[in-house]
């Protein structure tokens, strides 16, 4: 029906491009964007999952912050203990040498004596960023022999999160205690057998062998300076190792955590991201129903222009 009151044809026409529009302008902003889900209008479900992702993508970028200079306190520790563990065995060179009949003890202690200096100066100067693993004070306000590496970050299906961490316990490294309850592996008082023991009688940090003789009790003492010296070796080289296998672990965890974020990245560009050929495909199909549409709108208006030819004289 034909009617000057209602013209159906032209509301049909303008509701149909008006749906046009509105689709060419989801679609514009999916391509400026980049997002198919900018907002939590497009998608609840996938926006909520997306958010609390990227929030964690977030935390786990700290947490690889947190493994690096955990592996750089590490890696110092290591390097000033391997130093530690060839100035020890030039003493126990030393000493060796000092076990022969006829050497002037004197001298050698005097070359003894910079060694331990030395050795002094590899366990303070072990430090980054203001952590020191193997010159310690056990009696300071807030020491803890357990330091901790933040290694991990991990939300459960519940939605509780938790912090992981890779610990290290620095009574097995140190090498100095400034407490007077405490002992490193160097100022440890030892026995005859050279094991650390609060009955011992001398520390590798302190031995001297400039007054000794050659009386039997004084190359007894001499040997077990040898042995105190041997087994400090060992036990750092078991500190060297320890900080060797946590090194390995914080590296491995390194990858891990980096993988992971790779991983949360790409799952989230699923859920959200535009398809661009999709996109530009449908926006190129939108502008010709565009144009189509402003076309039978501009029909459907002219068709009740053809009422008034009835109303015409011959």
């Known amino acids: 029906m034909d009617s000057i009151k209602t013209n159906f044809s032209a ?10 529009n509105k689709e060419m302008l989801k679609t514009q902003q999916r391509i400026s964007t ?18 609390t992702m990227r929030s964690d993508n977030k935390a786990l970028t700290t947490v690889t912050d947190a493994l690096g200079l955990g ?24 000493l060796v040498a000092a076990r022969e009949p006829g050497v002037d003890r004197a001298k050698i202690q005097s070359e003894i004596t910079e060694m331990q200096n030395q050795l002094k100066s590899n366990a303070d100067s072990a430090v980054f960023s203001g952590q020191n693993w193997l010159s310690v004070d056990s009696s300071a306000a807030g020491y803890n022999a357990a330091k901790s590496v933040v290694a991990s970050f991990t939300r459960a299906s519940d939605g509780t999160i938790s912090i992981g961490t890779i610990t290290f316990s620095v009574d097995s490294s140190k090498l100095y205690d400034a407490s007077a309850a405490g002992v490193g592996i160097l100022d440890a008082l030892r026995d005859g057998t050279g094991a650390q023991s609060g ?16 009386s039997a009790a004084d190359l007894t003492t001499l040997e077990t300076y040898i042995k105190g010296v041997d087994k400090s070796i060992t036990e750092m080289t078991a500190a060297g190792t320890s900080l060797g296998s946590t090194k390995k672990r914080i ?20 859920l959200v991201d535009a398809n661009m050929n999709e996109e530009s495909t449908k926006l190129q199909a939108l502008q010709v129903q565009q144009q189509l549409g402003v076309q039978a ?7 009740s222009q053809n009422i008034l030819s009835l109303f015409r004289g011959n």
């Not at 509301?11 to 046009?20: D, N």
């Not at 290591?78 to 530690?84: G, K």
């Not at 009955?199 to 050659?214: K, M």
């Open 251 to 270: 590296g491995l965890q390194q990858t891990f955590v980096k993988v992971l974020m790779d991983a949360i990245e790409r799952g989230v560009s699923t």
């Open 297 to 303: 709108l501009s029909i459907a208006n002219s068709s």
């Open 11 to 20: 509301m049909t026409a303008l509701q149909s491009l008006q749906a046009t």
């Open 71 to 94: 592996s750089a306190t590490v890696d110092v520790a290591y390097t000033a203990l391997n130093q530690s563990i060839d100035v020890a065995s030039e003493i126990k060179a030393k």
């Open 34 to 51: 980049g997002f198919r889900v900018a907002s939590a209008e497009d998608n609840a479900a996938y926006w909520s999952i997306s958010t």
């Open 199 to 214: 009955t011992g009688t001398f520390s590798v940090a302190s031995l001297n062998v400039s007054a000794l003789t050659e």
